[in-house]
Antibody
Framework: EVQLVESGGGLVQPGGSLRLSCAAS????????INWVRQAPGKGLEWVAN????????HYVDSVRGRFTISRDNAKNSLYLQMNSLRAEDTAVYYC??????????WGQGTLVTVSS | EIVMTQTPLSSPVTLGQPASISCRSS???????????LSWLQQRPGQPPRLLIY???NRFSGVPDRFSGSGAGTDFTLQISRVEAEDVGVYFC????????FGQGTKLEIK
């Protein structure tokens, strides 16, 4: 069974940093692109970033480029999102999602990030 | 960035009746490999999104056959042949050209 479990969310002050993790199981992690998608409270979905199988190709939405860094450790079946210079508008539930045929076929339950003073 | 526009944003439906949601993209979603990467996702209340349909019309594993997708180029449709209570939630279209983008979401509710 494919499972994705996010962790690392919490309350952080504006300008602060946070590192999210996503632990994967039930599939060959190193064969798939993995994505981060976020959802602000009561709002729609926003794709944030993704990374290819060996970590050599990364893409970001414009609003986080230069502040967020996606990375992965295939030996640990884990995905990460380092978030720096956080803003109130980064407040959201952050999901990791497996990529396949340019869609997102399995999703985690999400972790809530709140940026507030 | 490709903008995805869904209509309607809210859809009250009677149980057992059909429902339809439209999604329009600001540019063609036909990829250089010839495929069109348009997906539909369902998000039930309090749950993460779940993939229903990929590449316009392919049902994902475990998705009931009352869900179907159609369309081409820039115009796409998700249809539910007979709405059931468990179908309540928000439906999103999503395009697969980098950067990926989603429609605003359509809230399906029972009359």
């Amino acid at each position: 069974e494919v499972q994705l479990v996010e962790s690392g969310g919490g309350l952080v002050q504006p300008g602060g940093s946070l590192r999210l993790s996503c632990a994967a199981s039930g599939f060959s992690f190193n064969n798939y692109w993995i994505n981060w998608v976020r959802q602000a409270p009561g709002k729609g979905l926003e794709w944030v970033a993704n990374i290819n199988q060996d970590g050599g190709e990364k893409h970001y939405v414009d609003s986080v480029r230069g502040r967020f860094t996606i990375s992965r450790d295939n030996a640990k079946n884990s995905l990460y999102l380092q978030m720096n210079s956080l803003r109130a508008e980064d407040t959201a539930v952050y999901y990791c999602a497996r990529g396949s045929s340019r869609t997102l076929d399995f999703w985690g339950q999400g972790t809530l990030v709140t940026v507030s003073s | 960035e490709i903008v995805m526009t869904q209509t309607p944003l809210s859809s009250p439906v009677t149980l057992g009746q059909p429902a339809s949601i439209s999604c329009r993209s600001s540019q063609s979603l036909v990829h250089s490999d010839g495929n069109t990467y348009l997906s539909w996702l369902q998000q039930r209340p309090g749950q993460p999104p779940r993939l229903l349909i990929y590449k316009i019309s392919n049902r994902f594993s475990g998705v009931p056959d009352r869900f179907s997708g159609s369309g081409a180029g820039t115009d796409f449709t998700l249809q539910i042949s007979r709405v059931e209570a468990e179908d309540v939630g928000v439906y999103f279209c999503m395009q697969g050209k980098q950067p990926y983008t989603f429609g605003q979401g359509t809230k399906l509710e029972i009359k």
